[in-house]
């Protein structure tokens, strides 16, 4: 199942004026994913299955107690996780069949050996009963369980680093090992949790501590696999802290903990299983799941198509269709450089073709992409997890949303046109491009969506909703020619697991830091510094904020780097009275931009990649064309009717004047009102946006009046020569 479709998915189809986005909702295979054919495939793909309907069953059907729920679900993710993707990038070409080394035998047979005894003791205390009690002898169970865990996982992680890369179509010996390793962490503190949530924060077992370890060894490789070195690194150093605090000056100096008590209080509900596992357990899975029943059912073809209809005929055209596209698939990737992957394959080569230079191509497809995880209603998982830390209702979250993501695709949108006003771009000519009344009258696909939100405005919980939303993707896929039938279901299924891995991992990674920072308390102290700093300056620790969180998203996924923003600098925030709300999507929405934002933008890093330009200069480029969006959360702050928090009139008075901002910004940013613009009057163009931005009556008619200023003399209807008569 997994390799056919894969197969299929990979393939390149010339682009037909009907469907010229065939192809977007292909499974993409990364540089180090396996791919399994004939009975493996079908194995795994069996597993990937179970995985997944495991998820939706316990969510609908079959609530488990939440330890045993979030363990399953990070071993199951470990496990799939380190069967599907090795620790290097396979060749390209041929499958390379090589014996296994010398120093490689050296670490896969003591790893075996070691994994293998402490999987049989873990499961014969299980099968007796004769489990590790609060109060047993130190060294009970000791040597055949925890440290034959921590040593045989250390043996294999080392083995597959040391392994050259070999057939993408077989199991890696050291990766399966680091599944079973994985799935006997989770065994031993499922079995034990009636203990540790006792113990692990007061005086823990040895093996307690082993288990933690190996644990957070295998889910910071799987990191590092999944989602580069960067938030290992961070992680990384928020463990040392907990043991370095001692020595450390002023604000960041702790007492110390034993690493016994330490490791172990980071697999808890207070670390690990904590409230980014919770979301990456239930509304993440639930979501990418939906995702995947759209991908399935190829509503992303239509989508796509539906703004190649819609705009591409437009000046710029495939430039607007990035906009539009990527803000529809941001609906069921909601990540930066997965939609820059799926909608850029398409539109980057059709910008080239109508005049964009490839870097600025890359440019806009990034920038347009980004904005996906801040598009209701799952915005990149953002939303659930703020639920989560905050206590506010998902559907205010959602609803608060809505303002803000209309204004960062239309300041994209606004970059774009102008962009093409400049260079004097015109569109795809209208025979190449899909029929919109054809797609028009296939809009019942966008049914799914409305009973998503529908469902949420009516009360129903965010599982239920989407759950409900789940299958009504597969029902209007009867009315097309791609039915989801069992088999798709069960693809829909297979690939929802495959999609997820990488936020379980990056979700566990940051349950880490939070673990970390719940134990020392460096939270509340450097809110208390943040206080000290901005010196009561609301606008001061605002602007600290936003390069913390942008600092932050450069070196990890937007889940993560909103979670351990929010930890570190919310609290501070809102004890300067700034609204919870304001606060954490404050945020969110600069731990988001960090994907354009230079020198690490790893959105504009993809889009570079398919564009064949250079990354530094695209990300330069793509933060250019996102710059009008760094002043949006700033407009929350000064008001928040923009997040839907007045009266109907203040929120529709204040979208306007922001809208008009934006517009003015854009102007100023590429030096195109109503055409040519110089520097003095885009200077004046950039003082009237900022007044409209502010949110005030009397800041309001101060940018109109410079705007019109700017208007007046642009159109040469006030020159020196007329405006000196008044002097006669």
Same mark, same amino acid.
């Given at each position: 199942?997994?390799?056919?479709?894969?197969?299929? %998915?990979?393939?390149?189809?010339?682009?037909?004026?009907?469907?010229?986005?065939?192809?977007?909702?292909?499974?993409?295979?990364?540089?180090?994913?396996?791919?399994?054919?004939?009975?493996?495939?079908?194995?795994?793909?069996?597993?990937?299955?179970?995985?997944? !309907? *495991?998820?939706?069953?316990?969510?609908?059907?079959?609530?488990?107690?939440?330890?045993?729920?979030?363990?399953?679900?990070?071993?199951?993710?470990?496990?799939?996780?380190?069967?599907?993707?090795?620790?290097?990038?396979?060749?390209?070409?041929?499958?390379?069949?090589?014996?296994? #080394?010398?120093?490689?035998?050296?670490?896969?047979?003591? $790893?075996?050996?070691?994994?293998?005894?402490?999987?049989?003791?873990?499961?014969?205390?299980?099968?007796?009963?004769?489990?590790?009690?609060?109060?047993?002898?130190?060294?009970?169970?000791?040597? #055949?369980?925890?440290?034959?865990?921590?040593?045989?996982?250390?043996?294999?992680?080392?083995?597959?680093?040391?392994?050259?890369?070999?057939?993408?179509?077989?199991?890696?010996?050291?990766?399966?090992?680091?599944?079973?390793?994985?799935?006997?962490?989770?065994?031993?503190?499922?079995?034990?949790?009636?203990?540790?949530?006792?113990?692990?924060?007061?005086?823990?077992?040895?093996?307690?501590?082993?288990?933690?370890?190996?644990?957070?060894?295998?889910?910071?490789?799987?990191?590092?696999?999944?989602?580069?070195?960067?938030?290992?690194?961070?992680?990384?150093?928020?463990?040392?802290?907990?043991?370095?605090?001692?020595?450390?000056?002023?604000?960041?100096?702790?007492?110390?903990?034993?690493?016994?008590?330490?490791?172990?209080?980071?697999?808890?509900?207070?670390?690990?299983?904590?409230?980014?596992?919770?979301?990456?357990?239930?509304?993440?899975?639930?979501?990418?799941?939906?995702?995947?029943?759209?991908?399935?059912?190829?509503?992303?073809?239509?989508? /796509?198509?539906?703004?190649?209809?819609?705009?591409?005929?437009?000046?710029?055209?495939?430039?607007?269709?990035?906009?539009?596209?990527?803000?529809?698939?941001?609906?069921?990737?909601?990540?930066?450089?997965?939609?820059? @992957?799926?909608?850029?394959?398409?539109?980057?080569?059709?910008?080239?073709?109508?005049?964009?230079?490839?870097? #600025?191509?890359?440019?806009?497809?990034?920038?347009?992409?980004?904005?996906?995880? &801040?598009?209701?209603?799952?915005?990149?998982?953002?939303?659930?997890?703020?639920?989560?830390?905050?206590? &506010?209702?998902? +559907?205010?979250?959602?609803?608060?949303? =809505?303002?803000?993501?209309?204004?960062?695709?239309?300041?994209?949108?606004?970059?774009?046109?102008?962009?093409?006003?400049?260079?004097?771009?015109?569109?795809?000519?209208?025979?190449?491009?899909?029929?919109?009344?054809?797609?028009?009258?296939?809009?019942?696909?966008?049914?799914?969506?409305?009973?998503?939100?529908?469902?949420?405005?009516?009360?129903?919980?965010?599982?239920?909703?989407?759950?409900? !939303?789940?299958?009504?993707?597969? /029902?209007?896929?009867? *009315?097309?020619?791609?039915?989801?039938?069992?088999?798709?279901?069960?693809?829909?299924?297979? =690939?929802?697991?495959?999609?997820?891995?990488?936020?379980? !991992?990056?979700?566990?990674?940051?349950?880490?830091?939070?673990?970390?920072?719940?134990?020392?308390?460096?939270?509340?102290?450097?809110?208390?510094?943040?206080?000290?700093?901005? %010196?009561?300056?609301?606008?001061?620790?605002?602007?600290?904020?936003?390069?913390?969180?942008?600092?932050?998203?450069?070196?990890?996924?937007?889940?993560?780097?909103?979670?351990?923003?929010?930890?570190?600098?919310?609290?501070?925030?809102?004890?300067?009275?700034?609204?919870?709300?304001?606060?954490?999507?404050?945020?969110?929405?600069?731990?988001?931009? +960090?994907?354009?934002?230079?020198?690490?933008?790893?959105?504009?890093?993809?889009?570079?990649? =398919?564009?064949?330009?250079?990354?530094?200069?695209?990300?330069?480029?793509?933060?250019?064309?996102?710059?009008?969006?760094?002043? @949006?959360?700033?407009?929350?702050?000064?008001?928040?009717?923009?997040?839907?928090?007045?009266?109907?009139?203040?929120?529709?008075?204040? *979208?306007?004047?922001?809208?008009? %901002?934006?517009?003015?910004? $854009?102007?100023?940013?590429?030096?195109?009102?109503?055409? #040519?613009?110089?520097?003095?009057?885009?200077?004046?163009?950039?003082?009237?946006?900022?007044?409209?931005?502010? %949110?005030?009556?009397?800041?309001?008619?101060?940018?109109?009046?410079?705007?019109?200023?700017?208007?007046?003399?642009?159109?040469?209807?006030?020159?020196?020569?007329?405006?000196?008569?008044?002097?006669?």
């Amino acid at each position: 199942m997994s390799s056919e479709t894969s197969a299929a %998915g990979n393939a390149s189809p010339a682009p037909d004026k009907g469907n010229l986005a065939a192809g977007v909702d292909a499974e993409i295979v990364v540089a180090n994913q396996r791919v399994f054919t004939g009975g493996l495939g079908l194995a795994f793909a069996t597993a990937c299955v179970l995985y997944t !309907a *495991f998820h939706v069953f316990v969510m609908n059907f079959y609530p488990l107690e939440t330890w045993v729920y979030r363990l399953s679900h990070v071993a199951g993710g470990l496990a799939l996780g380190f069967m599907y993707f090795s620790a290097r990038a396979f060749p390209v070409g041929q499958a390379v069949r090589r014996p296994f #080394t010398p120093l490689e035998w050296a670490c896969l047979l003591p $790893a075996a050996a070691a994994i293998f005894t402490a999987l049989l003791q873990i499961l014969y205390a299980i099968a007796t009963d004769d489990r590790v009690p609060t109060g047993a002898p130190p060294d009970k169970m000791l040597y #055949t369980f925890g440290y034959p865990l921590i040593v045989g996982t250390v043996l294999a992680i080392v083995a597959s680093w040391i392994a050259p890369p070999r057939d993408r179509g077989k199991l890696g010996a050291a990766d399966s090992l680091l599944a079973i390793a994985a799935i006997t962490v989770g065994l031993y503190i499922i079995s034990h949790a009636e203990f540790l949530r006792m113990r692990a924060q007061v005086f823990p077992h040895p093996n307690d501590m082993f288990a933690s370890i190996a644990g957070i060894l295998l889910i910071l490789e799987l990191t590092r696999r999944l989602a580069g070195v960067a938030l290992v690194v961070i992680v990384a150093i928020f463990i040392a802290y907990g043991f370095v605090g001692p020595w450390l000056p002023g604000v960041l100096e702790h007492r110390g903990y034993a690493p016994a008590r330490f490791f172990a209080f980071l697999y808890t509900d207070n670390g690990v299983l904590g409230p980014t596992t919770a979301i990456s357990s239930t509304y993440i899975i639930l979501f990418i799941t939906f995702a995947a029943f759209l991908q399935a059912s190829r509503v992303g073809e239509y989508f /796509v198509n539906f703004a190649f209809a819609a705009a591409g005929g437009a000046r710029g055209g495939p430039a607007k269709v990035a906009v539009f596209s990527s803000a529809l698939m941001g609906t069921i990737n909601g990540t930066s450089a997965g939609n820059v @992957v799926s909608t850029g394959s398409l539109t980057i080569p059709l910008m080239k073709k109508v005049g964009y230079k490839p870097q #600025t191509a890359a440019s806009i497809e990034a920038a347009a992409s980004t904005g996906g995880q &801040i598009l209701p209603p799952i915005m990149g998982a953002g939303a659930f997890i703020m639920a989560e830390i905050t206590g &506010i209702p998902y +559907s205010e979250i959602v609803i608060a949303a =809505i303002i803000p993501a209309v204004l960062y695709f239309l300041s994209v949108y606004f970059m774009v046109d102008k962009e093409a006003l400049k260079k004097g771009m015109r569109g795809l000519p209208r025979e190449e491009l899909p029929e919109f009344a054809r797609l028009a009258r296939q809009a019942f696909l966008f049914i799914p969506i409305v009973i998503l939100i529908g469902a949420l405005f009516m009360g129903y919980s965010v599982i239920r909703a989407g759950t409900l !939303a789940m299958v009504a993707a597969a /029902v209007v896929s009867w *009315f097309t020619p791609f039915r989801m039938g069992l088999k798709s279901i069960l693809y829909a299924f297979e =690939i929802a697991a495959r999609m997820s891995l990488q936020l379980v !991992a990056v979700c566990a990674a940051a349950g880490v830091i939070v673990g970390v920072i719940a134990l020392t308390g460096i939270g509340t102290r450097f809110s208390s510094m943040l206080l000290d700093i901005a %010196g009561q300056s609301q606008l001061i620790a605002l602007f600290f904020a936003m390069c913390v969180a942008i600092i932050l998203g450069m070196g990890m996924p937007t889940t993560a780097a909103y979670a351990v923003a929010a930890s570190v600098i919310a609290p501070g925030l809102i004890q300067l009275g700034i609204e919870p709300l304001t606060a954490h999507f404050f945020i969110f929405y600069y731990a988001v931009i +960090s994907a354009i934002t230079p020198p690490v933008a790893l959105a504009a890093y993809a889009g570079a990649a =398919i564009a064949q330009s250079d990354p530094m200069k695209t990300s330069v480029e793509s933060f250019k064309f996102g710059l009008a969006a760094f002043v @949006v959360p700033f407009m929350f702050f000064y008001s928040p009717a923009m997040l839907m928090q007045g009266a109907w009139h203040e929120n529709l008075h204040g *979208f306007a004047t922001a809208g008009f %901002g934006i517009f003015l910004l $854009a102007s100023a940013i590429q030096g195109w009102f109503f055409g #040519t613009v110089g520097w003095v009057l885009r200077g004046v163009l950039l003082v009237a946006a900022l007044a409209m931005i502010s %949110g005030g009556l009397t800041s309001d008619l101060i940018g109109l009046a410079a705007a019109i200023v700017a208007f007046v003399i642009q159109k040469k209807l006030v020159t020196p020569q007329n405006a000196a008569r008044g002097l006669d």
